[in-house]
């Protein structure tokens, strides 16, 4: 059946990115999901017969290019390309050091690059598209998170970008831009502890006019629908899905 499609999902095995392989999955399309830790991967795997798990690290060239080839090897063919996985950290600007920043930039915007380029034949002849999970604060200001934020400032501007260069050869990109979610990262790409990341959530609700922090399936939602037929007129803008948080 010509109509499922064959999807690339980074930072796959838990939060958005595990979210949006589910829904992919049960539409009838092909995932594949990358993730540096087996045990998440094989699990989120085991949730769906459509979903494979393939141990990368987003930042590696060499790896970018095997994803690419397993999903090709696998299915024959390549539809989205869905850039998730991400990095970050408190960092603010007294504490910064150059391993630190280019650990940020290498998983948010290097990674991403490499994967596009690995995979932008496949996704030429099959006239497919890229979507990038940026952030609220690639495009609202926080002490404490300007190297994370320039990242994901340097992801929006590089899906407008990539839109209009690769318009031509018929690939749509697009990023959604999503708002605090539950979704573990406080306390791991974060690094806070369990009080601290209670303190923070709680701040966060009292500041997005919604009044609650998203789900991973509040976000998911609009990957799959960006990826769809209805998005077919739709490229190079950054959907914000973060409860208003980016207005407050």
Not at 49 to 69: F, K, L
Not at 195 to 217: F, S, T, W, Y
Request: neutral net charge; hydrophobic residues 45%.
């Amino acid at each position: 059946m010509q109509n499922e499609k064959v999807i690339i999902i980074t930072g796959g095995s838990s939060g958005i990115g595990r979210a949006a392989a589910l829904r992919f999955a049960n539409q009838g399309d092909k995932v594949l999901i990358t993730g540096r830790r087996a045990v998440p991967l094989e699990q989120t795997a085991a949730e769906h017969e459509n979903i494979v798990g393939v141990i990368a690290d987003t930042a590696s060239a060499e790896d970018a290019r095997r994803t690419v080839d397993d999903a090709i090897g696998k299915w024959g063919r390549l539809d989205v390309l869905i850039n998730n996985a991400g990095a970050g950290a408190i960092l603010p600007l007294a504490d910064a050091a150059a391993d630190r920043i280019a650990d940020i930039f290498s998983v948010n915007v290097v990674g991403p690059s490499l994967l596009a380029r690995a995979a932008l034949p496949h996704l030429k002849s099959t006239q497919g598209t890229i979507i990038n999970i940026s952030s609220t604060f690639g495009h609202r200001p926080a002490t404490g998170l300007s190297h994370y934020a320039a990242s994901k400032a340097a992801l929006e501007h590089l899906t407008r970008c990539w839109a209009l260069e690769l318009a031509p050869l018929g690939i749509r990109v697009n990023a959604v831009a999503a708002g605090p979610t539950e979704s573990g990262a406080l306390t791991g790409m974060m690094g806070l502890s369990l009080e601290q990341a209670e303190a923070v959530k709680n701040e966060e609700r009292a500041r997005i006019p919604l009044g609650r922090r998203g789900i991973p399936d509040d976000v998911a939602q609009w990957i799959v629908q960006l990826a769809g037929p209805a998005s077919q007129w739709l490229t190079g803008q950054v959907i914000a899905v973060d409860g208003g948080l980016g207005l407050a």
